[in-house]
């Protein structure tokens, strides 16, 4: 009886009360959220999350923010509302358009407990009182009142909705590519204003972020992964190996060792899943055709 006892005691002297372990829990869920969306990768600075990573785009140089707790430089003053906000409906706490180099359009699927665990994670981050990098625009794109038009024509705000015809493997994976992980926003073409062709869904960039081609991931046997096995998938996401033995090199080696690397086995066989189920798009990123072209 009295070990009986000691196993309930235990866990509340270590970590105080049961509402501890909930907090405890959340935020740990938060840290799987923040590696399955690849935060740390593009927020990363002289400081963990303090971000001026440089986002090179046909529309100037973005940097990343400051996303540590620190009030003045950071999300430190922001309320659960104004983050869920930002992620949701790309806004600013002042209402402010947020530029889509933040890809809002893939993280307004993510579900409101998911937004609320990376919230509570990141709140839990140590402070660091960096300031952002100004952005380095042209004048015509530092409006961000145009960005609101352009979100009009770009822009559809909503959580993932399952699809009720496909498992529940299936739509785990769609929701990891499209909301958390936002494959979408480096692997589909884009038009000359920068909105992504849905009709070319993750069927590669000629021209992704700092002007270098990012690869066709539909199964297209020609242009694509459609000669790619599961396990062929799997070992990439989970040690960056090609299936030709080949090491991944470069921002996507980043990616993956910030991110897919981190996923649960579950997680990495339901992206798999939803890769190869996806309608081949024949699209060579590397060819010598037009750039204005894009791959549309």
Sequence with gaps: MKKLYAMFLL???????SSSWADR?????GHYIFDAAGCGSCHAGVKPLTGGRPIETPFGTFYSPNITPDKKYGIGAWSEEDFVRALRHGRKPNNQHLFPAFPYTSFTGMTREDMH????????QPAYPVKNKPHKLPPLFRSRAMVGQWKAANFRPGPFKPDRSKSKEWN????LANALGHCGECHTPRGMLGGT???RHLAGNRKGPGGIPVPNITPDKSTGIGLWKLHDLFNFFDRG???????????MAEVLGSSTMRLTAADKRALETYLMSLQPVRNDVNSNKSPFLNGH
């Design 11 to 17: 866990p509340g002297l270590l970590f105080g009360a």
């Design 25 to 29: 829990a959340l935020v740990e869920r």
């Design 117 to 124: 665990a990376l919230y509570a994670y990141l709140m839990t």
């Design 172 to 175: 785990r994976g769609a929701y």
């Design 197 to 199: 062709n849905r009709s």
């Design 241 to 251: 190996v090609k299936p030709d033995g080949s090491s991944v090199s470069g921002r």
